[in-house]
């Protein structure tokens, strides 16, 4: 399991100016809703947008705290 708060730490590890708003999806804290909005993601295609994200949650994804995220990435203009 993990919080939302530590759940958008990991993305902005990764991405630091990314604004992140993480929603429990079951009450378990481990199905998310992930909407994540950057100026990383300009000129990048969806695919590779998710793959940065989950670039970030991989080692949650790999040791279970998280199970399943609902990804919606959004371009920023610098």
């Known amino acids: ?24 999806r079951t009450g378990t804290m481990d199905h998310f809703n992930v909407t994540v909005r950057s100026a990383a993601f300009s000129g990048k295609t969806l695919l590779q947008q998710h793959q940065l994200v989950y670039g970030a949650l991989r080692e949650a994804l790999a040791d279970g705290r998280v199970h399943a995220v609902e990804l919606k990435t959004i371009a920023m203009e610098e």
């Open 1 to 24: 399991m993990i919080g939302n708060d530590a759940l958008a730490a990991l993305i902005r590890r990764l991405i630091p100016d990314a604004r992140v708003d993480v929603t429990d």
